[in-house]
């Protein structure tokens, strides 16, 4: 286990180019592997996870060839996987072993999903359900993986997701683009549509009528020539809530990917205090893509109640959000995050042990936290748990603790970010 020294630093400024986002990278790794011709990803995912995806895909008959800067040419199997020999290993990756399982379950043969540590404890019934009322024979080991898919001619069916899981909800419409019939799906919260943007991407026909969308089945993939992946906000979340903690930071992000399913973090960042330029935005594909400049407002940091449905839009970026809750003045309050318990790693539980280890007061909940402004923290050694998005966000805490800070299995950002520690240095001079 590698750990980091994070030192308090004095300002952050610069500009960035962050790598391609990771759930995109997913869906768009996944469907040119599926689709017939050959697609050129731009500015792919560096993180662990998304090269998981593309290893399935490779093992599933895809050509997968890796250039240089995060280009990646995907020469997908035109419809028909073969079943590998080996199990699909998905690494520490939920999003590859959710929807993969959604885009196999018709294709004829045994596939066998198997992950980390992490991943294999992790639940698995919410993607068995719906794949099994389609006719999936899916078995699983007492709830999560090792999972077993007998592919098999599935048919559509009509669901209404009971947990906000944008996982969930592409399983499903990647199972019902190949299945005999229309699926339909409702949310009753939304959750973030970069699935429905990638599925329309690579040709498919998918409409929505109010909160239900429906997918034809019995649809073939086409590739196109060149698709470009946005950055990642979710990976830029972390200097954005560093830009808040100094009075004259000024961060600049180019080709951010800001579709308004993921970008609620912007509104929190200016109700706490922060200010944001956005200096352009184009669209590739149905995704949003800009170049921001974010600022501190004078005055403290306000403060931020997080519930209901703004919970899970926020869901990956709450534990950076929780860690700067200290150095604001009104405090910042979470609830209604219960699936922060069940990622990579149980994200409240490691969250407040981390807090608490920096001298921090709070209150933990099931299903959130409540945090008061106007503390003081100091550095401690931090306990990512092996998941990288508590690595980061208790480096993004240490930037203001009152002396170093030691991250403990700091090397887990790579999941998600590789170059996370190399960039927060140019951003912070000390
Ligand atoms: C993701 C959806 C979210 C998120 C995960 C990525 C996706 O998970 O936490 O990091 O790419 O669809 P859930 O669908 O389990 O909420």
Known sequence: MSTQIVRPARTLQGS????????????????????????????????????????????????????????VTVTGTGGVFTAPSAPLDCGNSGSTMRMLSGLIAPHAGTYTLIGDESLTPRPMERIRKPLSMMGAEMHLTEGHAPITIHGRPLKAIDFD???????????????????DGTTTLSEAIRTRDHSEHALKAFGATLTRTGDRLAIPGGQRLTAIPELVVPGDLSSAAFFLCAALLFEDSNLVLDSLGMNPTRSALLDVIVALGGKIKVLNVEEHNGEMIGTIQVNRAPGGLKSVDI??????????ELPVIAAIAPYTTGGIRIRDAKELRIKESDRIALVAKNLKAMGAQFTEFEDGLDIPGNQTLHGATIDSGLDHRIAMAFSIAALRATSDTEIDGAEAAAVSFPEFFAQLETLCPR
């Open 16 to 71: 960035l180019t962050l790598p391609g986002d990771k759930s995109i990278s997913h869906r768009y790794g996944m469907l040119a592997g599926i689709a017939a011709g050959t697609t050129r990803l731009v500015n792919f995912s560096t993180g662990a996870d998304p090269h998981s995806t593309l290893g399935c895909m490779e093992a599933l008959g895809a050509i997968v060839e890796k250039g240089e800067r995060g280009t």
């Open 161 to 179: 997701t009971p947990i906000p899981s944008a996982q969930v909800k592409t399983a499903v419409l990647f199972a019902g683009f190949q299945a």
């Open 307 to 316: 519930t209901g449905a703004l919970s899970a839009q926020l869901i990956d």
